[in-house]
């Protein structure tokens, strides 16, 4: 399965804003695009930081691509490219856009079977 993974933060005091955005025209924009499987959106709510470091909003995307779908394709073209003026200015500068496979990974074990390997 060939996933996209895209990360960013939204501009200070834009987050809500961004959210919205997502929930009402961003999410299904880019499920309608030809390609796209599956595009899914995570906002953190917290996390773990080192004493003195400040919490920032930080926003991750999943996308599934369909057998056969090119990211660059997608991403690069006219449509998408036009679509992405209306959010880019509640994102910080050069948001991360990763893309890559899943690794298959063997099947899920009991916690006896782990525990008697061990």
């Known amino acids: 399965?060939?996933?996209?993974?895209?990360?960013?933060?939204?501009?200070?005091?834009?987050?809500?804003?961004?959210?919205?955005?997502?929930?009402?025209?961003?999410?299904?924009?880019?499920?309608?695009?030809?390609?796209?499987?599956?595009?899914?959106?995570?906002?953190?709510?917290?996390?773990?930081?080192?004493?003195?470091?400040?919490?920032?909003?930080?926003?991750?995307?999943?996308?599934?691509l369909e057998e056969g779908a090119d990211a660059q394709t997608i991403f690069a073209s006219p449509e998408y490219q036009a679509f992405r003026q209306r959010y880019i200015d509640m994102l910080e500068p050069y948001p991360g856009l990763y893309w890559g496979y899943e690794i298959e990974c063997k099947p899920r074990k009991s916690s006896d079977e782990i525990r008697s390997a061990a």
């Open 1 to 64: 399965m060939k996933v996209l993974v895209s990360t960013h933060f939204a501009v200070e005091g834009k987050a809500d804003l961004y959210e919205k955005f997502l929930q009402e025209h961003k999410t299904p924009f880019v499920r309608s695009l030809p390609g796209v499987k599956d595009y899914k959106i995570c906002r953190a709510a917290d996390c773990m930081v080192p004493p003195g470091k400040a919490l920032r909003y930080e926003f991750a995307a999943i996308i599934e």
